[in-house]
């Protein structure tokens, strides 16, 4: 396993000291910032080992690792800093299938219920045949997005 040494510069560590002791900032950001203070092996640094690093911080020996490695590899303003999701979600509905769900909402509900729910849409849009499956909290969304409300 490759070893990553920490040597930060003054600028550095009162930027780290800084986020520590004021301003609001994320848990991570938090956590980064013990991290890479306490793993400095420069000429401001405490000298603590890894294990008792994760003992204080309650945090695993590979989360170490993989800061010190982010610090090494990508530099201090990447190391702070969350990477955005590389993750695309592909859409469930499309105009088609809310335009059905808002006619169906606005007709009257089935025999016994007084008004719909979005459990009762939701199924009564599969049993149609409109979506091969879809959740209420789909059905949800889409009736907020058209402010819609089941409640009037």
Known sequence: MIRYTIKLSKSEVD???AIVNKGSHTSQT???AYILLNCDQGK???KVTNEQIS???KVGMRTIDRVKKKFIEEGFEASLERRPTT???EKKTDGDVEAKLVTLCC???PKGF???SLRLLADKMVELKYVESISHVTVRSILKKT???LGK
């Open 15 to 17: 930027e780290l000291m």
């Open 87 to 89: 993750r695309e979600y």
């Open 114 to 116: 007084t008004k719909w």
């Open 30 to 32: 938090f956590r980064t």
């Open 107 to 109: 007709s009257d509900p």
């Open 44 to 46: 401001y640094s405490h």
């Open 55 to 57: 003992k204080v911080l």
């Open 147 to 149: 402010s819609l409300s």
